[in-house]
Nanobody, 123 residues
């Protein structure tokens, strides 16, 4: 069982930066690939970014490529999402997730989820 806790969500102005951390429980954090997803009001949850167990491989949704960066610190059991040049359309609840396998953008393939943190981007 893996427990994930996101934080850092808040109201931010368009164009600004924000960093979201997600802390995982347990001693096997480094055994899991980690991902970030988001869900805007009235929309389905969508993939944002993912990082491999070692951090050597990352993948991003086209909508955030070049603006968002995913990273991880296995010594701290933490995965980060650095968001720059935020847009109003980035407003959503952001979730982190983990899976004990390769990276995938498919929401249904991720095993463990946090409860989310709300990011609101004002124009």
């Amino acid at each position: 069982q893996v427990q994930l806790v996101e934080s850092g969500g808040r109201l931010v102005q368009a164009g600004g930066p924000l960093r979201l951390p997600c802390v995982g429980s347990g001693r096997t954090f480094s055994h899991y690939a980690m991902g970030w997803f988001r869900q805007a009001p009235g929309k389905e949850r969508e993939f944002v970014a993912a990082i491999s167990r070692s951090g050597s491989s990352t993948t991003y949704a086209d909508s955030v490529k070049g603006r968002f960066t995913i990273s991880r610190d296995n010594a701290k059991n933490t995965v980060y999402l650095q968001m720059n040049s935020l847009k109003p359309e980035d407003t959503a609840v952001y979730y982190c997730a983990s899976r004990a396998s390769s990276l995938t953008p498919h929401t249904r393939d991720w095993d463990y989820w946090g409860k989310g943190t709300l990011v609101t981007v004002s124009s």
